[in-house]
């Protein structure tokens, strides 16, 4: 080997298992970063982290869920719940249905915290809902749960 040296060349021990990547224009990188096909680069966000949106709420309108007795009684505290835009809802044009894990309603998020919710889930942010509580007062089932983001 001469003064030239290949990529090759510089292959150690400690980079060995590393794929190597084509040289791309700076464009073509962030395209590969983002598309969604299999040439995709799986890039960690390092920042990355779950935000607490409403840390004290509760599932609103399980009144009104058939079999929500069953549904309650199936929930845990940490189940993670998950939360749909219902933008066309004729009472609430905010809100927000509260799903469990097999995609069963539960109820909506309430309205006097779902506006900001709504317009982040809008602008295409994760949000997510974690089961605080699952308590029985009279004849309703009180589904307590915070609100968090992935961002």
Same mark, same amino acid.
């Given at each position: 080997?001469?003064?030239?040296?290949?990529?090759?060349d510089?292959?150690?021990?400690?980079?060995?298992?590393?794929?190597?990547?084509?040289?791309?224009?700076?464009?073509a990188?962030?395209?590969?970063?983002?598309?969604?096909?299999?040439?995709?680069?799986?890039?960690?966000?390092?920042?990355?982290?779950?935000?607490?949106?409403?840390?004290?709420? =509760?599932?609103? /309108?399980?009144?009104?869920?058939?079999?929500?007795e069953? *549904? %309650? +009684?199936?929930?845990?505290? #940490?189940?993670? &719940?998950?939360?749909?835009?219902?933008?066309?809802?004729?009472?609430?044009?905010?809100?927000?249905?509260?799903?469990?894990?097999?995609? =069963?309603?539960? /109820?909506?998020?309430?309205?006097?915290?779902?506006?900001? *919710? %709504? +317009?982040?889930?809008?602008? #295409?942010?994760? &949000?997510?809902?974690?089961?605080?509580?699952?308590?029985?007062?009279?004849?309703?089932?009180?589904?307590?749960?915070?609100?968090?983001?992935?961002?």
């Amino acid at each position: 080997m001469g003064a030239e040296s290949t990529a090759n060349d510089h292959m150690t021990s400690e980079n060995a298992g590393l794929a190597t990547i084509a040289p791309m224009t700076a464009g073509a990188l962030i395209a590969a970063m983002h598309s969604e096909g299999g040439g995709a680069l799986d890039v960690p966000k390092p920042f990355s982290q779950p935000i607490c949106l409403a840390p004290d709420t =509760r599932v609103a /309108g399980t009144t009104h869920v058939e079999g929500i007795e069953d *549904l %309650a +009684r199936g929930l845990s505290e #940490g189940d993670r &719940l998950r939360l749909e835009r219902d933008p066309r809802n004729r009472y609430d044009r905010w809100a927000i249905r509260v799903l469990d894990a097999r995609g =069963r309603r539960l /109820g909506y998020v309430p309205a006097d915290v779902n506006e900001i *919710l %709504a +317009r982040l889930m809008d602008a #295409g942010k994760c &949000l997510y809902g974690e089961v605080t509580g699952i308590d029985l007062v009279g004849s309703w089932w009180r589904i307590a749960m915070g609100v968090w983001m992935d961002d």
